[in-house]
Structure formats: C-alpha cells, structure tokens
C-alpha cells in the first residue's frame, strides 16, 4: 500500500484527488472514492507525468477549500529546510527533488487548522504558499519533470513521531510574532538566495552570458544596487560567493545554460574512435607536453629557481641537465610570491633565458579594478594568453594562491578536483607542459605525495611530480610520481646555487647543476632526513651564500658576504661556521681603509 493510499485511509472524508501535469495534457484532477483501491495502479501508469495528491480528503468531487475534510495530518512544502535538521521533526519526510523535502506531521488529539498549518509553515522557514487546504504535493515513487535530470520523489521515513495539537499550540509563535520579525527557530537559518530578487538578479545577468565571479564584482563594486535583494547581508557574512553558486547550480539543474550554449549531456567517444599516440615530451622521461606536472619541497630548498632554470633552458633550446634535448618554446610565468623587479627577472637574466619570449602574467583587470587571477573563474583567459603566444611551458607559482577567493577549499579534495581539473584538459588542449609549484606539509613521517600541500588531489591530478630535498652540502632533484615512466628508469639529480651579475649593482642567485646522477627516490631521501636527522638549515643558507658570492674563485669583502647574509636572515656567527666547513680562506683588512676578504680554498 503506498503512502497516499494509506494517508487517505486514516482520514475522514469520501473523495480523495490526485493529479497530473503534462505538456499534452496539461494540469488534470483525477477523483477516488474510498476505500481507494485504484490509486497505486493510476500512479504507475501515469509515470510519464508529474503526480500530484491533495494530503486531506473532501465531501465532493470538487477540490475546494468548502468541499474539504479537515485531516488529523499537518503539512509543509519545507524547500530547502532539511527535515534532519528540524526541532519538530515530521512523521514522513519526502525528497521531492535533491536538496528540496516535504513534510507530514501526524496528530494525535485533533484535527488540522489553516492556522496551525500557517504557523508551522512559518516557523520551519517552508514555503509560504504551501500551507493551505486543497493544496497538491507530489506523490512518492513518480518523476519530478520540472528538472531537466528528472529525479524521482522519495520516502525518505514515515515512522516519524506523532505530534498532539495541544503542545504545538504551545510551541508555535503566533502569526503575528512570525511575520514581524520573529525568526525561524525550527531550523538553521535558511538560505534566502534561491528565491525572490537576488534569485532572479543572478539568472537575469547568467542568462545574459556573465559568470559567478563577474556577477560577485559586480555586486561587491555596486552594493547599493543590490540591497533590496539582501545581498549585503550576505556580503557580511562573507558568503555572497557561496550564495551566488548555489544559485548558478540551481539555474543550471532547471536548464540554465550559458549564452550560445546547448543542453547538458554527458560528453563520451567510442574507445576504437580514439586514436593512440606516444607521449610527446617536454623534459623527456621528467615533464610532458600537455600535461599537468609538479614541482614539491619545503620552503628555500629552489623550487622556484628551478623552474624558472627550466623556463631559461626552454626559451633558448638548451639541452636538459641529464643531457635529453630540449626544443625552445615560449613561456609563461605565474608567480604569486616574488617581486618581479629585484628577484623574478634578475633570475632569469642570471639563468640565461631569452627574456622576449617569457610572459609574466600579473593580476587581472577590468576598467581601474585589479582582481587576483582565479583557475576556478578565469581560466579561459589563460588559455587565450597560451594560444597568443604558442607557449610550450606554464609556471603556476604557487598553485594554491591561485585556487579562488572565497570558494575553493584546498583542504577538499573536491575542491581542488573543480579546479586542477579543467586545468588539465586545458593543458592538454593547448599541449603545454603546466608545472605547478607547491609546498610540503608539515607531516614529516608521510610519504612524499601525501606530504604535498593540503590535499591528496594535487598529487593525484598531476601526472609528473618531483621533489626537491636537502642534502649535505646540496640539494636533491627527486621523483615523487611519473606513471608514463618505468619506476627504475629514472635517477634523480643534484644541483646547489651560485649567485652571477646581470646588471650593474644587481646580483641573482642561479641553479648550478652536478653532473652526477642519482640512485634515489623522493620517499628513500625523506626516509633518510627522518633516519639522520635533516641538514642544519641555516648553516647549509650560509654555505649557499657563501658558495654563490664566491664562485669562480673570486675574493670579496667580508662586508659584502655580511651583507647578503643579513638580507636572508642568517647570522654572522652561522656565517664563519659555514666559512670554517668549506675552508675558506680569510684575509685581514690591509691599511687603513682596507677590508677584510674571503676565498674560497683550492
């Protein structure tokens, strides 16, 4: 016996209606009369329709409010107010479509009232159209046509607990506390952005082709435009951004499409339709064209510098440092964190790259307003910079100051699958090599691809990832993760840095890589630090700095070693430590305006 059938049973009256919606038919009332043993063979040949019933029975075969019976059964057509979460919990709750329920609540000691029904409405934040006699809600087990994936009405329990008229009188607010100002206690407060003004306001300028992040400038730059649809309100809160989604995700499931857009489909191809190719390789055996890769380590251990040694070596065709070909290529360069005056470009010019085929990409721009660039929102403007250019490689540094503002958790490996996602087929659209440049966790006694940044989804999303990790006296080139190569195919490498002038008075630091391979991988390296204990830090900085300003057996001033070391935070104590393990050899200052110089031994 189904639900209605049973409702129906428990309730006075003779004549019960169901009806059904359809496009041919229209809006149609079907009549039963008890003991109502047609209903559920009606409801499953009619499937084809949306089915509706009128909770309560009534004296004649005509569905008005004088012709109603009233039922010991209250209702509500609850919306978004999950019944979970409800302090009145109903005696059946219903799905009638993802993320939208209906309520009955079942009395024990009298009959229904408009009132009482009105007043529950109110206070659960339901429908306010919902509450009357003659009322229609859809019936179980049918189809909800209004949704273009046409979800089926559910049960989701009907063992719920009865409720006694006497203790909601109590419990209820009067309508006159409801309508001024009295909030919704019966639930969390409700999201108001799914219906009224801002509802229409954000489908009006979606229909017109603008995205979440357009419409959410243009909120925050003309907020006084918005404030009847209570925009404001939740711009204080901080959660225009995530109303604003959830509006997208609801014109999107009622058939919203973006301008020039079709319908949503499910996008496939036939395996024997697609045609098989090798991997076309950027770095061979290291980084790909048309793939995401990675680049992971704790902070000041160069993952910075070496990708933009890889950008130098690409710009100018140069071969890689374990001797595979290199094809020259224009680049690219995200970078979040370095100042692209006194660090970015003297580094590159200190690498060698060829400066005119590098584009640095800054923040975004719209008339006088500059806005963080966003790969949840803007990605089509990369891939437009990318075609421009024909660039070969892109740096995204580091990828986590470039997820979103105020949307995108980096901890949810949902999150990062949105984003990292579309930037893959981009990537692969375009057959760029996209290097993604983060840190590691703090978890030191995890394996190297669950040590990286704040999810598991960015190693998973990669297909090459390496690591760069301390070594005595230099640091470890590292693979973490290549699933196109052999596991014993590849050695890592070695490098440390040296510091070269590009410019009068401009110094930068540059990767100096060691000619000899390594037997080791990122996980053995890791393993090793934890066994042995990790490299003094800041003595192996002053050995950087020390081997940087020194190279090429050049003699400097002890002031201007001084100098740099306290431009990187290391002291001057750290400083003759790290003098005394390379062996440099000190010179005492020679007249009256000499200085003191340091070289490096033979």
């Known amino acids: 016996m189904s639900l209605v059938t049973a ?57 008005k409010k004088e012709h109603a019976v009233l039922p010991k059964l209250l209702w509500a057509d609850l919306d978004e107010a999950n019944p979970n979460e409800l302090n009145m919990k109903p005696t059946v709750a219903l799905e009638s479509s993802p993320g939208r329920y209906v309520g009955f609540w079942q009395l024990d000691d009298g009959e229904m009232t408009e009132d009482l029904n009105k007043r529950l409405t109110y206070y659960l934040g339901a429908d306010h159209g919902g509450w009357d006699l003659t009322q229609v809600l859809r019936v179980p087990g049918t189809t909800n046509y209004k949704y273009t994936n046409r979800p089926q009405v559910r049960e989701l329990w009907t063992n719920g607990p009865t409720w006694k008229v006497s203790e909601l009188e109590k419990e209820l607010p009067r309508m006159s506390e409801l309508t001024n100002g009295h909030r919704h206690n019966g639930q969390k407060p409700r999201d108001n952005t799914t219906s009224g003004l801002f509802y229409r306001e954000v489908c009006n300028r979606l229909d017109r082709g603008k ?30 951004r995530v109303d604003i989604d959830r ?33 076309n390789w950027f770095w061979r055996e290291r980084f790909a064209y048309g793939k995401l890769g990675m680049i992971v380590g704790d902070p000041d251990q160069g993952k910075s510098q070496l990708a933009l040694d890889m950008v130098a070596r690409a710009t100018r065709g140069w071969d ?7 094809k020259a290529c224009n680049a690219i360069i995200m970078s979040a964190e370095d100042d692209l005056k006194d660090t970015l470009v003297p580094r590159l010019a200190a690498a060698g790259a060829d400066l005119e085929r590098i584009r640095i990409a800054k923040m975004m721009r719209k008339d006088d307003q500059r806005f963080m660039f966003s790969l949840a929102d803007d990605l089509p403007k990369l891939e437009r910079l990318i075609d421009q250019m024909s660039a070969g490689i892109v740096i995204i540094d580091p990828v986590t100051a470039y997820m979103g503002f105020r949307k995108i958790d980096s901890f949810r490996t949902t999150d990062v699958r949105s984003v ?26 995890a394996s190297a691809i669950n040590r990286i940044t704040d999810s598991l989804a960015f190693g998973a999303a990669v297909r090459h990832c390496y690591a760069c990790i301390p070594e005595e006296s230099r ?11 052999r596991s014993d195919e590849q050695q890592g490498l070695a490098y440390s840095f040296a510091e070269k002038r590009v410019a009068p008075r401009i110094r930068a630091s540059r990767i100096i890589w060691d000619s000899d391979h390594i037997a080791m991988t990122a ?35 002890v002031d201007d070693i001084n100098e740099e070391a306290e431009r990187r935070m290391v002291s001057i104590t750290t400083m003759h430590r790290a003098a005394e393990d390379l062996g440099v050899i000190k010179s005492g200052a020679k007249g009256p305006k000499g200085k003191s110089t340091w070289k490096l031994g033979a």
């Open 7 to 63: 409702l129906w049973r428990r309730a006075s009256g003779e004549w019960g209606c169901l009806c059904t919606k359809s496009k041919k038919e229209g809006f149609r009332e079907h009549w039963f009369k008890r003991p109502f043993i047609d209903v559920d063979a009606f409801v499953r040949k009619n499937q084809d329709k949306d089915v509706y019933f009128c909770p309560h029975l009534l004296d004649a075969k005509k569905r």
């Open 211 to 240: 995205t979440c992040a357009e419409i959410e400038r243009e909120i925050e730059l003309s907020p006084s435009r918005w404030s009847n649809t209570k925009a404001l309100r939740f711009q204080q809160r901080g959660q225009l």
């Open 247 to 279: 509006v997208y995700d609801k014109w999107r499931l009622n058939g919203g499409e973006p301008v020039n857009g079709s319908a949503i489909e499910l996008d496939s191809v036939r395996a024997s339709d697609v045609p098989m190719e090798p991997i």
């Open 320 to 326: 890689w440092p374990d001797g595979n070909k290199c």
């Open 420 to 445: 990292l996602t579309p930037l893959k087929e981009m990537a692969e659209r375009t057959r760029v090599a996209c290097i993604l440049i983060t840190h590691f966790s703090k978890n030191t006694v």
């Open 475 to 485: 640091k470890l080139f590292l693979k973490v993760k290549n699933n196109a190569v």
């Open 523 to 557: 996980n053995e390296a890791l393993a090793a630090l934890r066994k042995n204990g990790r490299p003094d830090d800041a003595r192996e900085k002053a050995k950087d700095i020390i081997r940087m300003k020194l190279a090429g057996g050049r003699e400097v001033a």
